[in-house]
């Protein structure tokens, strides 16, 4: 398709004053925990993939990850190869920065404009001429749902939170932030679902903030960080310490997934750490941390010692939900096969 030569002029009005709209207010707006309570610029959010054709002699893939920032205003990673995820592994090229304009946005900053609805994303060239078609994806984890193995200890499946102190739940059975576990583990495998609240408004360390902090001392960040470069204080960063090799976080109100591996730190009768603690962390069905020691707590974690302490999910502030949380104590049986995977997703 080839937009008329007489609309280049308007499309060039359209995106120079796009620059100036982008500041938003400083202070975060109430956090959306379900999309009832979304704003207009919710259903543009997301992440978009397709096939674009240019000058090269055949079409490679792209796509877009779309975030709202509060107020109409937008900012999207583009990567070439797909997804982050995705194989090959892609990469990201180029940051776009756009406006809402009644049910479209229109993105710029790269080498062509993006015109995104809810369902896809048109690629118009200079020239007035479509380039290509992003449509919708909706990425679904592998391990999301899946069903605790027999030697697993279920810690929470809506129905009551007995296996925790300082524990909520909200009226349709999902655990609320601030929660710390009862019982105490020393190697486990632990499977979690977690939902991250819409903050458009917020930024940084303000924006869906959580996490889960292993044996009260390794903290894994659980942080609104869509559409951002890895980061050792983002998604699925042992924070402070070090960044997940890929950033495989989904857009908020979307259900993800942490399966953690750990391994407890040991010790010297005389109280001598001997061997640091290690843990491998799939995010999404994705591996992110693979047989990482961890030489000292990260974050705010407490002191190492020989002493066992709980699981803690941590309370920010924001409204992060958990469902569907269960453990393997690997010290207690044989710990199988692990991530589990949801064959009713393939």
Not at 16 to 44: G, K, N, T
Request: with cysteine.
């Amino acid at each position: 398709m080839t937009i008329p030569h007489r609309h280049t002029y308007f499309l060039a009005l359209l995106l120079v004053p796009l620059l100036s709209c982008l500041a938003h207010a400083d202070s975060p707006q109430p956090a959306a925990a379900d999309i009832a309570r979304a704003d207009a610029d919710y259903v543009l959010q997301g992440e978009f993939s397709g096939e674009i054709s240019t000058k090269q002699p055949k079409s490679r893939r792209l796509a877009l990850q779309i975030k709202a920032l509060g107020n109409g205003t937008f900012e999207a990673a583009q990567y070439s190869g797909g997804l982050p995820g995705t194989r090959p592994r892609s990469q990201s090229t180029v940051r776009l920065m756009g406006k809402r304009n009644a049910e479209f946005l229109v993105l710029s900053g790269g080498p062509w404009a993006v015109f995104v609805r809810p369902d896809h994303c048109l690629l118009i060239d200079p020239n007035g001429n479509q380039v290509g078609r992003l449509d919708r994806v909706q990425r679904k984890s592998p391990t999301l749902g899946v069903e605790p193995p027999k030697n697993a200890v279920v810690l929470f499946d809506g129905s009551d939170t007995d296996q925790f102190d300082n524990a909520r739940m909200t009226d349709d059975g999902l655990l609320m932030e601030g929660a710390d576990l009862r019982p105490m583990f020393q190697d486990f495998n632990l499977h979690i679902e977690f939902m991250l609240p819409y903050m458009p408004k917020a930024a940084g360390q303000n924006r869906a903030n959580s996490g889960v902090y292993l044996q009260s001392r390794y903290e894994l960040q659980i942080l609104d960080s869509f559409a951002m470069e890895p980061r050792n204080n983002g998604c699925g960063g042992l924070y402070t310490f070090r960044q997940p090799d890929v950033n495989m976080c989904f857009p908020p109100l979307t259900w993800q997934t942490y399966d953690i591996k750990f391994t407890a730190p040991r010790w010297a009768s005389d109280g001598k750490k001997i061997k640091n603690a290690r843990i491998t962390i799939w995010h999404n069905g994705v591996k992110i941390h693979k047989k990482v020691e961890l030489p000292h707590p990260t974050g705010r974690g407490k002191p190492e010692e020989p002493t066992l302490l709980p699981i803690t999910f941590q309370n920010h502030g924001n409204p992060v939900r958990f469902r569907n949380i269960w453990i393997v104590d690997r010290g207690a049986t044989r710990p199988g096969k692990f991530p589990l995977r949801n064959k009713a997703a393939n």
